[in-house]
């Protein structure tokens, strides 16, 4: 893990001064398992990675500069239960707002909503640090909504976002099935956000297209271009020659999978808010888990390199990614690139982002026969087969 870490600081330009460093971090943040032998099984089946690695890697892309490295964490991993895996998580954020001199006021407003006596999953508390240059990272930390129970989570995240300032933003979310995640960003940060990650069944490009709620946000054919890019959903050749300048879904129709529905793992968006008061959202991110639509991750990253360079950013640093954190070909197995984010925040450039697994624990092969286009190329007869 930590070797993993040093080579991705590497990639991402960090000095080796700061990649030193930022590897000591992790170590301290996870705490015994770092130290955990590989050959015992995970700590328990965290929800933070398919193969319950508590940890996972991102690169955030932005045209004309080298992409930023982020670590996601869950600090209680070893903890015996959710209650207490959530109050290892605090003790641990508040060691870093005590380390690197930041409040974690924001986090104490909400501790009582998710954190509660008998807290239900998928989680307690993970927190993601961006290793910027200088050693000191930014930190943001996810909170469950469904922690009093999935029946509560749309009431807890109101309240939250209330508490925070945004009275009114819960009612600017557009429609989903299930809130996923609450994120604060604590810290050293120009504009801390608030995020609500919400889940979406059987996304469509074309519903996906619909979704961002801020103001002055991407246009939907942006947003549906990347979700059939990331899906692999594109018409055959892949090739960009369908660029629409046409405003949203312009030039597009169904056979460009504009209405297939992710159903094997679902789509996500995220909405981010800003400046207290502000009821509308200042971010939106689409979320598309491209692990359960490849055969392997030669096709992911195929993909993720279309999208990197249609939005004018260098793809090399993602590739040699992928093979500091692993020996294997990326078409040996699927999952490495776990989900490939467009990420829009006002006032700052697009972004894209690849989170990339850490597979400490397992590989999943590779799907033998092709990946259908989701259920519009699958024969109704395989549907039905009982
Ligand atoms: N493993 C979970 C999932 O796949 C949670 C998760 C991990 C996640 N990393 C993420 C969700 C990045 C969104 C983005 O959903």
Sequence with gaps: MARQALRLCEVAGLSGSDSAEYARTLLTVMGPVAERPLDLPPPYASFLSDDHTPLEFSLAFTAGSGPTLRVLLEPGC??????ENGRVGLRAVRAMARRWGFDTVRLDELEDLFFPEHPEGPLALWCALELLPGGVPKVKVYL???????ERSAGTVREALRRLGHGQAFAALPPSDRHLFVALDLGDWNEPRVKVYLVHDDLSARKAAGLSRMTGGPRGGDISRFFRTAAGLDS????DADADGLGPLGGLDA??????????????????????????PSGFTLHIPVRDYARHDGEALDRAVTLLRRHGMDPAPLVRALSAVTGRRPED???????????????????????????????????AV????????VPRTTQAVH
Aim: net charge negative; charged share 20%; aromatic share 4%.
């Design 78 to 83: 070893e903890a015996g239960g959710l209650a």
């Design 144 to 150: 469950n909504p469904a922690a009093s129970g999935q």
């Design 236 to 239: 055959s050749d892949g090739s």
């Design 255 to 280: 056979r460009d999978g504009l209405d297939v529905p992710l159903d094997r793992r679902p789509g996500l968006t995220c909405h981010a808010f800003t400046e207290a008061g502000a009821d509308l």
């Design 333 to 367: 197995g699927v999952g490495l690139i776990a989900y490939l984010a467009l990420v829009h925040q006002r006032g700052k450039p697009t972004r894209v982002t690849a989170y990339i697994s850490s597979e400490a624990y397992q590989v999943r092969p590779p799907v």
């Design 370 to 377: 092709p990946v259908p286009r989701a259920t519009e190329a």
